[in-house]
């Protein structure tokens, strides 16, 4: 892996700024510091209007485990990014929720796990997040959880920071969903920052991608890494000012 801020880096962000290029960014973790509950997550200021800049200058999607309209919510005041929920599975198409398969799922939940401290099931609409942070014995909880998952049907589990996350097997993933957007908006190359295990498959993303996480990790497609999540600020101011070299030269 090879730190993007660095000097040997430069020449691919140069690439990135002279390329009709979809900066992707995933939300939590990656825009928004992890925080102990889901709902306390919350943007910086800077990172806010560094990315409102970002998404008037490059085409840009975030892409989120979270729901599209929790997730317009925290990124209210950024004009002009295109927004995916649900880990690639709620765009702004309107596609029909899978109600029914979730509340099966839900049901089957509730009978096998209900006893469990620490556990709540979040419905996401397109996806159920059950999350075991406040969990007294986090590493029995998720073994239960996924044993608890392989009975479901038409499942795919998507593993997360604390959180086993259930989506149709059916629907796209995050690559899938980048895939999509790259190709629907003519870009020929993909930056994609994200910092966690449902990223991977969109790091793997075939073509030209500069696939980045946050944190440095052995086994992950991503070829580069920022040290921490708050570098994104760096890596976005980058991102203006290469497009914009007039703002590089004196005077
Ligand atoms: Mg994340």
Redo the contacts with the bound molecule.
Sequence with gaps: MQYLLSRASHAILLQLAQQRTLCAF?????LSPIVEHPGQAVMGDQTRSLLGRVAALYPCVIV??RSRADLLGKLRGVKGARVIGNHGAETEAAIPKPQRRLEQWKTSLELELGALPGLWVEDKGFSLAVHYRQSPQKTEARRRILAAARNLEQVRVVG??QVVNLVVDRAPDKGAALAAERDRMGCNWVLFV???E??EDAFALDGNIVPVRIGRKQRSHARYYLRTQAEIDKLLELLVLLRMPSKLIPG
């Design positions: 995933d939300f939590d973790g990656t989120s485990g997360g920071k994200g910092d966690d449902n990223d």
